[in-house]
């Protein structure tokens, strides 16, 4: 993927690596910095890998969320990379969370990664219906932070699993952001590979 796009900015999720073999590949990859957060035993782990022409400040850190703020060419920005908690009961407090510092910014920002969680059934193909309400909680998140999903290009159902002998595909991986980043990047675009 990096040798094709080479992004300036690498969030990698469920790393479940230790530090020492990330710092070799943040340097195999071609990038100049990077930040981890280490895996919990054998599960989690968080990586975000950036290039040069990057300032990048740090601003929270924790097993789920990892926000910064960005300087790039003259501009300022914010990037909060998220890893949705895998266990339904905790999600919610990851959204708190990010709704804390969130939702009071007004300037550009979004939001990229593995959400472990969809906006609707149409985000979904196999399993049983989910009732509406089930929804509710990350579409108010995002709402609250005034998130739009970006265009996208690709295979946005992202994970695919089996759950009493049916495969289940969902969406749950995405790039959202606030009207000032979108008018900051007009281009701005995901691609599923």
């Not at 796009?5 to 230790?18: A, G, R, V, W």
């Not at 895996?39 to 975000?48: E, M, R, V």
């Not at 501009?75 to 990010?98: D, H, M, T």
Request: hydrophobic share 40%.
């Amino acid at each position: 993927m990096c040798r094709v796009h080479f992004p300036d900015i690498l969030f990698l999720m469920e790393t479940k690596n230790k530090l020492e073999v990330l710092a070799e590949l943040h340097v195999a990859l071609g990038y100049k910095w990077f930040r981890t957060i280490e895996p919990d035993g054998l599960s989690g782990g968080l990586a975000i890998f950036w290039k040069e022409n990057l300032d990048v400040v740090v601003l929270l850190e924790d097993k789920n969320v990892l926000d910064m703020k960005i300087t790039s060419g003259g501009r300022v920005w914010f990037l909060s990379c998220i890893y949705g908690n895998p266990n339904p009961k905790f999600r919610a407090e990851v959204w708190e969370r990010v709704t804390r510092f969130g939702s009071s910014r007004k300037d550009a920002w979004c939001m990229i990664g593995d959400f472990n969680e969809i906006l609707s059934n149409d985000e979904k193909i196999g399993g049983k219906v989910r009732h509406l309400s089930s929804f509710r909680q990350f579409q108010t998140f995002l709402q609250n932070c005034d998130m739009k999903e970006l265009g996208s290009t690709g295979n946005k159902f992202t994970w695919r699993g089996v759950r009493n002998k049916q495969t289940i595909k969902c969406c749950l991986d995405r790039c959202v952001a606030n009207p000032s980043w979108l008018s900051m990047f007009p281009s701005g675009h995901q691609w599923f590979l």
